[in-house]
């Protein structure tokens, strides 16, 4: 491995690969190490967000959340955070994206409960799937798709600075129906927060 990489754990992984993470991940520059709970989608590291104990303390440059806070309760996303903040060393970053609360409850309120939102590869996909999981998915037996909480920006952003990280940016994609964060570890300038934003929340 050449010593100016740089690695990002990817938590929950899935099924997906560095491809399908970010432009900012999807680089030479960077390596990706896969955690997930679900030992068929073959992760590097079978774990779970809130106990990453086979990941060292301060080893990853950053951590990568795709659609996963959600599936934990409440008071579990504490928890979770905190396993971020230590596997992540002193100047690495968060990289965070879950569905917009917001923005799908707007859709509730126009009655469009069980109407599809848009279409994804996994097929139609309803404010009833965004608020509480994959339906089809859960019939089918993967009851790791549930969701179990939910956020808006602020409160993304509050849940993150109470965890520890030092700067958040955020961004509200009403449009997709999801919110995206870059949490830093240390003290960040605003031009920086800028630029991650810029490598990470455009996909």
């Not at 967000?49 to 959600?70: C, G, L, Q, R």
């Not at 955070?81 to 126009?110: H, N, Q, Y």
Request: glycine content about 6%; overall charge negative.
């Amino acid at each position: 491995m050449m010593s100016n990489t740089k690695t990002f754990l990817h938590v929950g992984c899935g099924p997906q690969r560095k491809a399908g993470t970010t432009r900012g991940f999807n680089t030479d520059e960077w390596v990706e190490l896969r955690l997930d709970i679900d030992e068929s989608v073959s992760p590097d590291i079978v774990g779970t967000m809130t106990d990453m104990s086979a990941v060292p303390s301060e080893s990853v440059d950053a951590v990568f959340s795709s659609h996963n806070i959600e599936h934990l309760y409440a008071h579990e996303v504490p928890v979770a955070l905190a396993e971020f903040m230590r596997v992540l060393k002193p100047d690495g970053i968060a990289v965070i994206t879950c569905p917009d609360l917001r923005s799908v409850c707007a859709l509730v309120a126009e009655n469009k409960l069980i109407e599809a939102a848009y279409v994804s590869p996994a097929g139609p996909i309803t404010p009833l799937d965004m608020l509480y999981g994959l339906r089809s998915s859960m019939a089918q037996g993967n009851l790791f798709m549930a969701h179990r909480c939910g956020f808006t920006e602020d409160v993304l952003s509050g849940t993150l600075y109470g965890a520890g990280f030092k700067i958040v940016a955020t961004i509200s994609r009403p449009a997709a129906f999801d919110l995206w964060a870059v949490a830093s570890k240390s003290p960040r300038s605003e031009a920086e927060m800028r630029d991650l934003a810029a490598m990470h929340f455009v996909r």
